[in-house]
């Protein structure tokens, strides 16, 4: 396989990510995620075909419970922690332009 | 005895006894951390007088005979990645440093219904990523044996507060060895629990379909007290398993006998420290001695866990650290144009390095185009190692093993290098990738005077299967060393 991080896949990574990384912690990214992924590329090693990729240990799929309200209201407590709120809301900068 | 060298069944029993009272155990805690923590950092936030309130209450209700369980009064530390309502939970991150939850775990819950006094809040690895302890914002905690060394991680601060006895027990977090790890290098016993047999309500999420909050304690005593207080089925957590009975102090009895124990052999392969090996082995002689069948088998797919486990460990850490963005709770950065540059600005100050490490994997590993080569690659390499584990558990009731190849690093040698430091979790990620129980307890120091740890792993759902393997061969170990003590003698061997 070709190289796969390149300047571009850390720059498109970072906005996956919601990240923004200085022009040296690119770099040191870049390198890091390089190595992990020559490492990772052992798993190649290994067949894997015909086997269902495995997300949960234990054959639990949906877990439904009754829709009813058992927390109360807890407004002003959640907004304790928001750094910015004003009239029983969150504080947000203008999300849309006029 | 004082109070501090005490288990914490033992202070249940005085308490309960009335020799003394939950208010004065929670002093005694109090002044140790007071006396000692300057030097070790194993706590982020003690409230002491909100401690110190708490205890009083308890002990009304001890006296009054509403609390008469085996843990009530007995104070504990508490990791700080599990909120406690009112005291601040910062996951070891200036992305939370001032964050005060406004609702406690469930497994917290379950320890306040035990009558358990909450002391403090434990250092780790800033959001459990990490096996040094050394990612946190607030410092690096010190290993009590060694004051150069690290106490492991992520659950550092929780092992070395036990180990250096400011708290008899805490409560830790297992994504990958988080528990069993620091309590190898801190010579204490830590045990993770089967997936979903402890709720996950309130655990600030790193790796969700490999997360357990476990016990920490000096014996397999305590470990199991305590996983009968928090262990529960909780609606609240879509993971949470029912078992069939959450009783384990049952099976701490001295008994192995017809117990079939395997050591794979591929454990001990090349990078196992040989004083490690020969510690783990002797440890394993002495449960044959006692009547377990022991004997070597090959797991297989041993060193294709790590690689497994950082890819799937990393994908998970990405989508859940996503709500953190400046909104709703944590740090919002002071200046920037517009939303997202509010949320990138927000996570790149508020995250440290190794989380912005993994989140960066993370995000590419679930990538369309590498989505399918990496992370459902790692999800078919889990598949295929819980069926070893199958294959394994068919044949034996018990694996034994180490719990870490080494015995503590010293202060800084981890991080230079993470991939290395990622190695070190050979022993351990598998037990999360496939779900299963695992048990940690020291089994000797090595020439150094450091203690070594011996893990024992069990299938799903079979904790007392290695509680009583554990327990006997505590029994026929003794009481383990303190910390000063071994400082003392000079390092004495098992």
Known sequence: MGKIITDEMIDYVSILAKLNLSDSEKKAAGKDMERMLEYIDMLNELNTDGVEPMTHIFPISNVFREDREENGDSREKMLENAPEARDGMYRVPKTVEQ | MELMEMTAARLGEEIQAGTITAVQAAEAALNRIKEKDKELNCFITVEEEAALEKAAAVQKKIESGELSGPLAGVPIAVKDNICTEGLRTTCASAMLNDFVPPYSAEAVKKLEKAGMVIIGKTNMDEFAMGSTTETSFFGPTRNPWDLERVPGGSSGGSCAAVAAGECSCALGSDTGGSIRQPSSFCGVTGLKPTYGTVSRYGLIAYGSSLDQIGPIARDVTDCALLLEAIASHDKKDSTSMPREEYDFSSALQKDVKGLKIGIPRDYFGEGLDPEVAEAV???????????????????????????????????????????????????????????????????????????????????????????????LKALRTKALIRKAFDRAFEKY??????????????????????????????????????????????????????????????????????????????????????????????????
Not at chain 2, 311 to 316: F, G, K, P, Q
Not at chain 2, 354 to 364: A, C, D, N, Q
Request: glycine share 10%; charged share 25%.
């Open chain 2, 397 to 494: 009731d018990v694996i034994l093993g180490p719990a870490a190849p080494s015995t503590a690093p010293r202060l800084g040698d981890s991080l230079k290098d993470p991939l290395k430091m990622y190695l070190g979790d050979v022993y351990t990620v598998s037990a999360n990738l496939a779900g299963l129980p695992g048990i940690c307890l020291p089994c000797g120091l090595d020439g150094k005077g450091l203690p070594i740890g011996l893990q024992l792993l069990g299938d799903c759902f079979q904790e007392k299967k290695i509680l009583r393997a554990a327990y006997t061969y505590e029994c026929v170990r003794g009481q383990f060393y303190q910390p000063e003590s071994s400082r003392k003698e000079g390092g004495v061997r098992l």
């Open chain 2, 281 to 375: 082995r002797k440890a394993a002689d002495i449960l044959k001695e006692h009547g377990a069948c022991v004997e070597e088998f090959d797991l297989s797919l041993v060193e294709y866990a790590i690689p497994a486990y950082y890819v799937i460990a990393s994908a998970e850490a990405s989508s859940n650290l996503a709500r953190f963005d400046g909104v709703k709770y944590g740090y919002r950065t002071q200046e920037f144009e517009g939303l997202h540059d509010m949320y990138k600005k927000s996570r790149s100050e508020g995250f440290g390095e190794e989380v912005k490490r993994r989140i960066m994997l993370g995000s590419f590993v679930l990538s369309s185009g590498y989505y399918d080569a990496y992370y």
